[in-house]
């Protein structure tokens, strides 16, 4: 009887034969079998667990094998076949035949498991390179539209209108969203480093993803709109976070020593595709919502997402496939050493969280700004969603000016570590937002400031950008021991989610509650009447809602509701060349008015398009849910002229009459407020309000995460004086020609 842990040999004398096969194997170090004794001897090689027992006849092979398949250089092959079923990567078994067994490694792989000893760029770098930019399309399209559409798209998603959501209400949920994303890479970090390895962990959930953007595709076809959002940006924040540190870590495991020193090149390669796709994403995307409408929008990034799965698994043969660890994983990261990386690391990316927490506003904060610029830019009109596809094109071009220009350049004067460089990056970003936060502050005076302020703003935070996120990607894969790659590169995630949550937190924090949040619509519509802040009905703090079937609210009546349509009447009508008043100016217009409870009224210009007047209610309080009021929004053509219906007209493609957004009011019957007149109608479109502002708004928002971000740089500085670097690099094997055919041992 034979008996060996080795290839599936099935002819007598297979220890034998083994014993000179393994060379010719392209396994000389990986699998070392260093003797082997006829007559019934055992011989185990501890260090790769590999044991020979023979007791059987037999001379050794000396003709040269080939280490994939099924030839010998004496032209014969028989002894050595490897069928499909047997490529698989498979634990330690016996498979026993008639007086003969064919026997297995205890665990064999069709794919490579260690880096090339090459000064080459491996070769499956190409492919990742592919995916990520075909699933940053899908992630960054998807994104640059979601604060848009919770505020202006999502109420009219069903068979009739809803209520709206506030930009504030909007910016917390995109933020959130964004947090879960970067959360949930701790999940996949967990799946490829201890129990499926990277490939298959990515190729699972990058199926969730794809189903995350289906369910956003069919949103309203059938059914509550807002849980199909919901459920679609859960399998979305589940899939694309999960993937997240695999990917990131999946290409430093291409690389070993010999060629370490192009890791730089190759995430900034990484990073490069990520913006290609970012860019044309953030281009195209909103002008399909504004055209096409959400179906469109979401649908052309889930049609992506399924084309970056298809390039990876393309790839599978082309990568190196470093196998999950399982337990030593768990004993690592348990470790004293595991422990400490963690530890340090943690410190250092929980500043480079605010960070976080001021760049992804560029989604939110800056994209609801933006409505209230003049976007006219480069020759063309810009929408307030697509100027985010400016942050990718000047990527493109920091990379290579930072790499080559700028970085050499300060080397001369002081050696620029990583630590260096992101604090470096905190302090630009600051300069970022004190430029947005300017912008602003033209805004809420009533101009109207051109795109340009942005575009500023972008090239210093593009400049943050560089210096913070891409040298803490590569960093995060160096400091981290081997068998945490995933959980550390998670790990910097992390601060992405952390700095996300600290911005939805805010934007939670400052919305005021609404009236209409503790009123119970009825069934099948009608009025109800709000007993206000004594909780007793027939005093002047009572509020009318109406309802419809379906559940949407207006404010009908109020006690002030007479004195702020006058005060409406008199602001509208100095309103001179399409400006309303300012806030000062505005005030002293509306002085002498008073509302029910003794208190003059207040003015706000919040934009050039629009003002806010308000009583402090009932409880004589200023930004409580008893104010009440009116938004009064002038109304302005929108201009034509797009980069795409520029593109779209010039190839002869009839454009749509009007935006999707006008044909689904028009559909859904929506028209004026009970509560204004038609000269009103024609020219202004007023909201009642009963609560529901927001305490932190205009210039003072901008301002406050400018000196949040202030305050963490200089910390930042003393933290990372005192931060020690470790690297750790993955280990090459001795290759030789067999690994073309992409077979080894782990």
Request: charged fraction near 15%.
């Amino acid at each position: 009887m034979i008996s060996a842990t080795f290839f599936g040999f099935e002819e007598p004398g297979f220890a034998n034969r083994a014993a000179s096969a393994a060379p010719v194997l392209g396994l000389s170090e990986t699998l070392k079998v260093a003797t082997v004794i006829s007559g019934g001897a055992a011989i185990a090689d501890p260090v790769h667990r590999v044991t020979v027992n023979a007791r059987t006849r037999g001379n050794v092979i000396n003709g040269q094998l080939n280490p994939g398949y099924n030839n010998t250089t004496s032209g014969k092959s028989r002894f050595f076949h490897r069928t499909k079923a047997e490529s698989r990567n498979i634990n330690l078994r016996t498979w026993q035949h008639t007086g003969r067994q064919a026997l297995y490694p205890a665990s064999m792989s069709k794919y490579r498991t260690s880096p090339l000893a090459t000064e080459k760029m491996p070769p499956g770098i190409p492919y990742i390179i592919g995916n990520e930019a075909a699933e940053r399309f899908s992630f960054y399209g998807m994104k640059a539209i979601l604060a848009v559409f919770m505020a202006n798209y999502l109420h009219l998603m069903g068979g009739s209108a809803g209520n709206a959501m506030n930009q504030a209400a909007a910016s917390e949920k995109v933020h959130l969203f964004t947090s879960a994303v970067y959360l949930t890479p701790f999940l996949g970090a967990l799946l490829c480093d201890a129990f499926l390895g990277k490939y298959r962990t990515i190729i699972y959930l990058s199926l969730v993803y794809c189903s995350g953007h289906a369910a956003l595709a069919l949103m309203g076809i059938t059914g509550d709109a807002s849980y199909w959002l919901l459920g679609g940006l859960m399998l979305i924040s589940l899939g694309s976070g999960g993937i997240k540190p695999c990917v990131s870590a999946h290409v430093g495991d291409q690389f070993g020593k010999t060629n370490s020193d192009l890791l730089t090149r190759a995430f900034n390669f990484f990073y490069f595709s990520i913006n290609v796709g970012a860019f044309l994403s953030t281009m195209l995307t909103p002008w399909l919502l504004q055209w096409y409408g959400p179906h469109w929008a979401f649908g052309v990034p889930g049609v992506l997402m399924a084309l970056a799965t298809l390039l990876f698994w393309m790839g599978r043969k082309k990568f190196v496939h470093i196998p999950a660890r399982g337990g030593p994983f768990f004993r690592e990261l348990f470790s004293r050493e595991g422990l400490v990386a963690f530890g340090k690391l943690t410190i250092i990316f929980f500043f480079v969280a605010f960070f976080w927490t001021l760049f992804d506003q560029t989604a939110s904060s800056w994209v609801f700004q933006a409505k209230d610029m003049d976007r006219h830019w480069l020759g063309f009109e810009w929408l307030p969603s697509q100027i985010q596809a400016i942050n990718p094109i000047f990527i493109l071009i920091f990379i290579p000016l930072f790499t080559f220009i700028i970085y050499p350049a300060i080397n001369k004067v002081f050696k620029l570590t990583p630590m260096r460089k992101i604090a470096i990056g905190l302090f630009v970003m600051v300069g970022g937002f004190v430029i947005i936060a300017l912008a602003q502050e033209r805004i809420d005076a009533g101009g109207r400031p051109s795109i340009a302020w942005q575009v500023l703003a972008y090239v210093v935070l593009t400049a943050a950008e560089v210096m913070v996120s891409i040298v803490a990607l590569e960093f995060s894969y160096t400091q981290a021991p081997k068998a945490m790659k995933s959980v550390i590169l998670a790990l910097y995630l992390g601060s992405v989610s952390l700095g996300n949550l600290i911005t939805a937190a805010v934007n939670h924090f400052i919305q005021v509650p609404s009236v209409v949040s503790v009123v119970k619509a009825p069934a099948g519509g009608g009025d109800v009447i709000n007993p206000g802040l004594d909780g007793k009905t027939g005093n002047l703090d009572d509020i009318t809602f109406s309802f419809d079937e379906n559940g949407k609210s207006n404010v009908v009546d109020f006690a002030a509701l007479a004195v702020i349509n006058e005060a409406n009447g008199i602001l509208t009508k100095s309103t001179a060349a399409g400006t309303f008043p300012k806030t000062g100016e505005g005030q002293e217009l509306i002085s002498g008015l008073r509302d029910p409870w003794g208190q003059p009224l207040r003015y706000k210009l919040r934009s050039s398009t629009q003002f806010r007047v308000s009583s402090d209610g009932a409880d004589m309080k200023e930004k409580t849910m008893w104010d009440v009021g009116a938004t009064v929004d002038l109304k302005v053509d929108e201009k034509g002229g797009s980069l795409f219906d520029i593109f779209v007209g010039s190839v002869g493609i009839a454009m749509p009459e009007k935006t999707w957004l006008d044909n689904r009011k028009e559909k859904l019957g929506i028209g004026s407020n009970s509560n204004t007149d038609e000269a009103e109608h024609d020219r202004f479109e007023i909201a009642f309000f009963a609560g529901g502002q927001t305490k932190l708004e205009g210039a003072s928002y901008f301002w406050f995460f400018t000196w949040l971000m202030l305050g963490a740089a200089c910390c930042f500085v003393l933290v990372a004086k005192f931060y020690k670097p470790r690297a750790y690099l993955q280990e090459e094997s001795s290759e030789d020609d067999a690994d073309k055919e992409e077979t080894s041992l782990a």
